[in-house]
C-alpha cells in the first residue's frame, strides 16, 4: 500500500505534502531524533498542522501509548472525543467514532450535577461501556474525567490522546495524565486543541492502514 502524508491523494497534493515533511523535518531534526519511527512521525504531522515546531519540544508520549494505540487502532477499537470538532477532522477510520457532548443524557447531568457538558459526556460514554482510545482536544474537565472513570475502573480505555488548550485547568489535567499508568500523549502547557489531537490520531490511523 502506498504511503501517504498528511492525506495527500492526487499528483500535486503528494508533492506539497512531500516537500511540507522536508521542510518540517529540517526544523525538527534534532529534536526527535531519538524518538522510535512511529512517535517520529505522529510529532512530524502534529508540528505540520499546527505550522509550530515548539510540538516537538513539548509533546510526550509514555513508552507504551504507539503499542496499545496501534494495537487498538487495528482492532478498530472505538474512538471517543471530547467535542464534534475534533470527531469531525478523523477520517478514513473503519471503527465507531463517538462524541456524546450534545446527547441528553449529557446534557441532564451537566445540569444534575453542575458539571461541564464535557466531563458529562464521558460519563456518558462509560455508561453505554466505551473501550478504546479517547481523543481530547479542548476540555480539561473532561481529561480529569476520564482519569476518574479509570481509576475507579468505570471505564476501559486503551489509550489517552489528552490535549486541551488554555490557560485554565489544561496544563494542570495534562501533567496528571502523564504521572497516571494510562498510555498516553500529551502536550505540556497550555498549548493544544482539535488540530493537535486530530492530528495524532490520524496519524496512528495512517500508520495503522500502511502497516497492513
Known amino acids: 500500500m502506498k ?6 491523494s492526487t499528483k500535486q497534493g503528494y508533492e506539497i505534502a512531500a516537500k511540507s515533511r522536508e521542510i518540517v523535518r529540517s526544523l525538527i531534526d534534532e529534536k526527535t531524533k ?33 503499542q496499545q494505540s496501534l494495537e487498538a487502532v487495528s482492532q478498530g477499537k472505538d474512538i471517543l472525543t471530547d ?21 441528553e443524557q449529557a446534557i441532564r447531568l451537566a445540569r444534575e450535577q453542575e458539571i461541564t457538558r464535557a466531563a458529562a459526556a464521558m460519563e456518558v460514554a462509560a455508561d453505554k461501556d466505551f473501550e478504546g482510545v479517547v ?19 468505570s471505564m476501559n480505555v486503551k489509550s489517552v490522546i489528552g490535549v486541551p488548550v ?28 482539535t488540530p493537535v489531537a486530530v492530528a495524532a490520531i490520524n496519524s496512528l490511523i495512517n500508520i495503522s492502514r500502511n502497516e497492513r
Request: glycine residues 10%; negative net charge; charged residues 20%.
Open 3 to 8: 504511503t501517504t502524508f498528511m492525506g495527500a
Open 34 to 66: 531519538d524518538l522510535t519511527s512511529e512517535e517520529r512521525s505522529i510529532v512530524e504531522r502534529i508540528v505540520h498542522s499546527t505550522a509550530d515546531p515548539d510540538y516537538a519540544d513539548i509533546t510526550r508520549m509514555s513508552s507504551d501509548f504507539v
Open 83 to 103: 467535542i464534534s470538532m475534533v470527531k469531525a477532522g478523523i477520517n478514513k477510520y473503519p471503527g465507531n467514532i463517538y462524541c456524546y457532548i450534545n446527547d
Open 135 to 153: 481523543v481530547i482536544g479542548n476540555a480539561p474537565t473532561a481529561l480529569w474525567k476520564v482519569m476518574q472513570l479509570v481509576e475507579a475502573g
Open 166 to 193: 488554555g490557560f485554565v485547568g489544561a496544563a494542570e489535567s495534562k501533567k496528571a495524565l502523564s504521572e497516571t499508568s494510562t498510555p498516553h500523549l500529551v502536550t505540556e502547557g497550555p498549548k493544544g486543541g
